[in-house]
């Protein structure tokens, strides 16, 4: 399996930047981790590879980016928080979601999806508040979303594309780019863009095809003078979740539900949507908790 980075470009000069990505890794994890169903591996590896591409674009290492999907599909949401060190988890609220093949007898990612709903992005990037930004959905099929997000939101003209490979094995390729123009682009920039990235075709089949990145990114920008402009890197699955932070979710139910808890439960279990580990306390441990409580 190819191994999975992000690069950044600059096109025509540097009118025209590009950061793409190969996510193979990364998303079989996620499918893993999560036992996900063929068509939401599709849609919630999309929407990751996304995320991880917009996280990667961050420029302090403690900048953080959440974005949530919303819709009225099978899926139901999808979650995905990522750092500037292309780190993320997420998850989806159906993972075993199987629907029929769409009319071109591929994935239907966005009858899964759905296409009524919204895109809201956090970022909280040391500013005294966080970035927020909420669009609809345009179309279900993420990239055409993120793409609208864009420009409703950032106020910026983006191509977005995204794929996922799915065989019976698991995730055979996956990845997407984000080309955006510089504020100096020319008209004949955006024409050649256009051109570049109808002849390129999917981003799933250039990566089945072997093409690396910068292949890639020769390729939708049609320009073969493309200029590296960051060292590579490697997007990984990362949870951040911890005993103390569930604890802190106990004491956040307040005293009442937890002597609830232990006059009910010999064991409460709390579980990580994002990576399925699951923390265990004892009676003796939640009478613990509420007796620090009370200091």
């Known amino acids: 399996m190819s191994q999975d980075k992000i690069e950044k470009y600059l096109a025509y000069d540097g009118r025209i930047s590009i950061i793409c990505a190969n996510t193979t890794n990364l998303v079989e994890n996620l499918r893993k981790i999560h036992n996900l169903s063929p068509v939401v591996t599709a849609a ?37 928080v990522a750092n500037n060190k292309a780190q993320v988890k997420a998850y989806a609220q159906n993972v075993s979601v199987d629907i029929p093949l769409n009319e071109d007898g591929k994935l239907d990612v966005s009858g899964a999806v ?31 979303d993120f793409a609208s997000y864009f420009v409703k939101s950032e106020g910026q003209q983006a191509a977005v594309a995204l794929g996922v490979l799915v065989n019976k094995e698991g995730v055979k390729q996956a990845g997407g780019y984000i080309i955006k123009p510089m504020p100096d682009a020319k008209e ?12 390129a075709g999917a981003i799933s089949k250039m990566l089945d095809n072997n093409l690396t990145l910068e292949e890639i990114a020769k390729k939708v920008t049609g320009d073969e003078k493309i200029k590296l402009i960051n060292k590579e890197t490697t997007p990984e699955y990362k949870c951040d979740c911890t005993r103390e932070r569930f604890e802190r979710g106990l ?24 990576c399925n580990k699951k923390y265990e306390f004892t009676k003796q441990e939640m009478e613990q908790i509420i007796k620090n409580m009370k200091n």
Do not use: H, W
Not at 51 to 75: C, F, H, R, Y
């Open 251 to 274: 004491i956040s139910l307040g005293k009442e539900e937890l002597e609830k808890l232990i006059k009910t439960e010999e064991k409460t279990e709390t579980t990580c949507q994002f």
């Open 188 to 199: 004949e920039d955006i024409q050649n863009l256009e051109q570049s990235i109808f002849k």
């Open 114 to 144: 759905g296409i009524e709903g919204f895109i809201n992005v956090v970022k909280d990037i040391g500013l005294k508040e966080p970035y927020v930004g909420i669009v609809p959905l345009v179309s279900g099929e993420i990239g055409d």
């Open 44 to 80: 919630l590896g999309r929407f990751v590879t996304v995320t991880t591409l917009m996280a990667a674009e961050m420029k302090n290492s403690e900048d953080v980016i959440t974005v949530q999907l919303k819709a009225n599909g099978p899926i139901g949401q999808m979650i995905a």
